[in-house]
């Protein structure tokens, strides 16, 4: 891509959020480097924006660029070559990129040096350098940790707020959210939209179940719980089943 042909016109910084499964975007109008992007977004969210299925992308960018204050063609997302493998691409928040949607002809690392990753306005990526100053997406999951509730009360709680109880679509999802676990210091299990219904383990959301991350071994009580019916994150940054009525901080989109 020849950085010449980008075209940014912004009045001002401002932001617009749309709910993706473990947190909410944010599309951030202020140009930064990839690498402060990163920071800027650690900061202040979670982390820089992970995409991890093509729906999902075109959703969060029909939001963004639906507002028509926002000019845009190109933005900073969590993408970085793996600096081990060149083929290989890694999410800022952790985990390998699964799913690609680049560009036609892309990523073609022009002169070696392009080692981040942007998407488009149509949602489809490119590889950049990550000196060029680009307005970016971060991705923010909130964790609710002023007063235990039950999963149903913390499920209640989330809706109020025009949210949802997260769920866990991948292994960057998963460490995503660990990540905010600790950053908050929690040291016990918090709720998440987790919950065993008609025989099943299920998302909240509808979301449906393809990642798992149940523990190896165990008592493997959540295969049928007889009352441990309600899902939370481990600090070990695995799913548990636990009583719902317990009281737990948990996490919301
Ligand atoms: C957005 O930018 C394009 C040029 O890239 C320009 O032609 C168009 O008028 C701009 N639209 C708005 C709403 O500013
Ligand atoms: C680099 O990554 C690609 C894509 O994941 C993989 O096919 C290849 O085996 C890797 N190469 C090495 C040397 O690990």
């Not at 951030?28 to 977004?41: E, G, I, K, M, P």
């Not at 660990?178 to 959301?205: C, H, K, S, Y």
């Not at 991350?213 to 441990?228: I, K, L, S, V």
Request: aromatic letters at 14%; hydrophobic letters at 35%; glycine letters at 8%.
């Amino acid at each position: 891509m020849e950085i010449q042909k980008l075209f940014f016109f912004f009045a001002s910084v401002f932001c617009v959020k749309v709910e993706g499964e473990v947190g909410t975007h944010h599309f951030v109008s202020q140009a930064l480097r990839w690498t402060d992007a990163q920071t800027h977004c650690r900061k202040y969210y979670t982390d820089l924006s992970s995409v991890n299925d093509q729906k999902h992308t075109e959703k969060i960018l029909k939001a963004a660029a639906g507002q028509k204050s926002l000019n845009w063609s190109t933005a900073w997302i969590g993408l970085y070559r793996d600096p081990t493998n060149a083929t290989r691409w890694k999410w800022s928040g952790g985990g390998y990129v699964t799913h690609t949607n680049w560009a036609k002809g892309q990523p073609n690392n022009i002169g070696n040096k392009q080692n981040r990753g942007t998407t488009y306005s149509n949602g489809r990526w490119n590889d950049a350098e990550e000196n060029v100053a680009l307005p970016f997406f971060c991705i923010k999951i909130s964790v609710m940790n002023y007063e235990k509730k039950t999963w149903e009360e913390a499920l209640e709680h989330c809706r109020e707020e025009h949210s949802d109880l997260i769920s866990i679509a991948s292994e960057t999802d998963r460490l995503l959210a660990q990540t905010e676990m600790q950053r908050n210091d929690l040291t016990e299990p918090v709720w998440i939209g987790l919950r065993f219904l008609a025989d099943q383990w299920l998302w909240v959301d509808g979301k449906t179940m393809m990642y798992k991350a149940w523990p190896q071994g165990g008592d493997e009580d959540h295969q049928c719980p007889t009352w441990r019916r309600c899902g939370a994150l481990t600090v070990e940054g695995l799913w548990g089943n636990y009583n719902c009525e317990e009281k737990r901080y948990f996490l919301c989109k």
